[in-house]
């Protein structure tokens, strides 16, 4: 994904497997000395970057890097910016709105495809299968069962972010209906 932000190119990527902090700051000629520097806790953040995690790269006109956000959990961040003295280093947190939204899908194919295809959303179609894991067995369903969903979920730059909170949900196989509904005081499924 690339935006342009007041003519800086904003590249939205995934950390690729293998690469560390240290292999980042080298990769864009930036000084390792902003990592050593750091207190030990922002080094442990650094050592959080797991791959595929998502950063977003902001450029200028010269392909200079001007800032990166590098997402290290569902709440915080990772900034590396430019200033007129060099790159610093500071922690975010990650700004987001949240929704709760209601979906009923008919069932074409399996739960979960029907999810990833009506919503794309795979981690609604992986928290749904979690939810009802050991409970529903969902090889019985047929063409027209279906299911009703009501999630909350956080949303960032337009996409959704995190993992997908299940307020409720009905499974219905052949015409018989499997309710859940999350307990918020042990976040525990419960019919």
Known sequence: MVTSLYSLEVEKLSWPKGDTFLTFL???????KIYFDLEKEDKELCSEIRAGARYYLTKNENNELVQVLIEVSEEMQ??????DDGYKFTTVPIVFDEVVETVTIPITSSPYQDILNQTSNSELANEFIRAYSGSVNFKYMRKDDKIIIKYRQKVRMGQYHGTPDIISSVVQIRKKKYFIF???DDGRYYN
């Open 182 to 184: 999350k307990n918020e």
């Open 78 to 83: 990772l900034q590396i910016y430019k200033d």
């Open 26 to 32: 080298q990769q864009y000629n930036i000084n390792n």
